[in-house]
T-cell receptor, first 115, second 113 residues
Framework: AQSVTQLDSHVSVSEGTPVLLRCNYS??????LFWYVQHPNKGLQLLLK??????LVKGINGFEAEFKKSETSFHLTKPSAHMSDAAEYFC?????????????FGTGTKLQVIP | DAGVIQSPRHEVTEMGQEVTLRCKPI?????LFWYRQTMMRGLELLIY????????DSGMPEDRFSAKMPNASFSTLKIQPSEPRDSAVYFC???????????FGQGTRLTVV
């Protein structure tokens, strides 16, 4: 069984300040973890992924996330928010083992960036 | 590659009508997924295929929904008859077995009136 919990449904930050979007997971298998971003009326775009290599993962647009097994967390961060970062972000978990391909999405966090 | 292509982008139909959503996955990808996104339920996996074979359809809400993948480059999701509660954005995604992540289409926004 697996699940993912995004702890905040909405986050509001000022432009130029750090972003922290929180994600906790549970998985019976060694997981792969992802962050996707969805801009209004758009599809989901992959920001970054963790697949059992380096625990600190860098993605596009200056985002990064750290896999912490002891805390079962995969929080998304960015040092300085930009207006274009305003979107909804989804944390996703999938088993890293072969065979079963089910993907579990978090409920999403809407990021608001205030000028 | 143009990515995952879905059509139509928007569909408005009357209750009781048949609706067919279409998806062209990225060439060479082995897996294809259909998701539904609503405000109330978020993103739900409806069904996924591996090498054109349906593997898990436990997310399909009811018998009114059906999905096919007649070949590696095309899939359909059909709703017959449609109901207002089917209104949602439907996403198709595909994945290469050598990669962990899936790639999403732009979605089809379905409105049933």
């Amino acid at each position: 069984a697996q699940s993912v919990t995004q702890l905040d449904s909405h986050v509001s930050v000022s432009e130029g300040t750090p972003v922290l979007l929180r994600c906790n997971y549970s998985s019976s298998y060694s997981p792969s973890l992802f962050w996707y971003v969805q801009h209004p009326n758009k599809g989901l775009q992959l920001l970054l992924k963790y697949t059992s290599a380096a625990t600190l993962v860098k993605g596009i647009n200056g985002f990064e996330a750290e896999f912490k097994k002891s805390e079962t967390s995969f929080h998304l961060t960015k040092p300085s928010a930009h207006m274009s970062d305003a979107a909804e972000y989804f944390c996703v978990v999938t088993p890293n083992s072969g065979g079963y391909q089910k993907v579990t999405f978090g409920t999403g966090t809407k990021l608001q960036v205030i000028p | 590659d143009a990515g995952v292509i879905q059509s139509p982008r928007h569909e408005v139909t009357e209750m009781g009508q048949e609706v067919t959503l279409r998806c062209k996955p990225i060439s060479g990808h082995d897996y294809l997924f259909w998701y539904r996104q609503t405000m109330m339920r978020g993103l739900e996996l409806l069904i996924y295929f591996n090498n054109n074979v349906p593997i898990d359809d436990s997310g399909m809400p009811e018998d009114r929904f059906s999905a096919k993948m007649p070949n590696a480059s095309f899939s359909t999701l059909k709703i017959q008859p449609s109901e207002p509660r089917d209104s949602a954005v439907y996403f198709c995604a595909s994945r290469d077995r050598g990669l962990a992540e899936a790639f999403f289409g732009q979605g089809t926004r379905l409105t049933v009136v």
